[in-house]
């Protein structure tokens, strides 16, 4: 199965909200840090229910927000749930990014990035399309130091890239990014029940389900360009 069908499917269910609701936990902190100002333009790429773009809004005022997503029926319900025409939806290929070259000062990914083809080359595609001195937010789950998440590629048809943070570090670099920072932000809004409730359906302890949202949680690179 393709990324397409995979995710069209997934819109199709309604999964995409729920997607927003879990991602929100650290993805709100992701964008506090970004230093959007007003009238600034920013491209979130796997843009999912487009949330992220719908909060730049209110709470940066941002000039142009496109929203790209490989699955025709992602865009469409992120879309139809956006009421804003400084807001746009694109289908494309993170190989081949929709957006003219020094045009965007402002790109935000959370949990997609893994899912392209050669992301390596996806890093030079951002590259291409930020103006000097834009930046890259990336933000993922599923990374090597998470030990929770090397399972995850069993349950999904998409081939994943599972890099570790140095790998991430270093494919900045040889994308032309200076990487400002790399940090790991907690969820600290996911319940975690008392020991005595463990195992459960997904954890056999509380100690296994601390590491993987309180201490590795979504690990946020950011890249700069020169």
């Given at each position: 199965m393709s990324a397409r069908e995979e995710f069209d499917s997934w819109a199709?269910?309604?999964?995409?909200k729920g997607?927003?609701?879990?991602?929100?936990?650290?993805?709100?902190?992701?964008l506090a840090r970004m230093p959007v100002e007003a009238g600034e333009t920013v491209v979130d790429l796997g843009t999912g229910s487009g949330y992220a773009l719908r909060a730049l809004r209110e709470t940066a005022d941002i000039g142009r927000g496109y929203g790209l997503d490989g699955a025709p029926e992602m865009a469409r319900n992120a879309a139809s749930y956006t009421d804003d025409d400084a807001i746009g939806f694109l289908v494309g290929d993170f190989d081949a990014l929709p957006v003219a070259d020094n045009s965007v000062d402002h790109v935000f990914s959370m949990e997609a990035f893994y899912y392209a083809r050669d992301p390596s080359h996806t890093l030079e595609e951002?590259?291409?399309?930020?103006?000097?001195?834009?930046?890259f937010y990336c933000a993922v789950n599923y990374y090597e130091e998470n030990e929770a998440s090397h399972t995850w590629q069993d349950n999904i048809a998409i081939e994943m890239?599972?890099?570790?943070?140095?790998?991430?570090?270093?494919?900045f670099r040889d994308a032309g990014l200076h990487v400002a920072e790399q940090d790991t932000i907690a969820d600290r809004e996911i319940d975690i029940p008392p020991a005595e409730a463990f195992p459960t359906d997904d954890w056999e302890t509380r100690a296994a389900m601390v590491d993987r949202y309180?201490?590795?949680?979504?690990?946020?690179?950011?890249?700069?360009?020169p």
């Open positions: 199709a269910e309604g999964r995409d997607m927003e609701d879990r991602h929100w936990h650290t993805a709100k902190h992701v951002i590259r291409r399309i930020l103006r000097p001195g834009g930046t890239t599972r890099w570790n943070r140095a790998e991430y570090r270093e494919a309180r201490t590795w949680g979504t690990l946020l690179t950011v890249g700069v360009t």
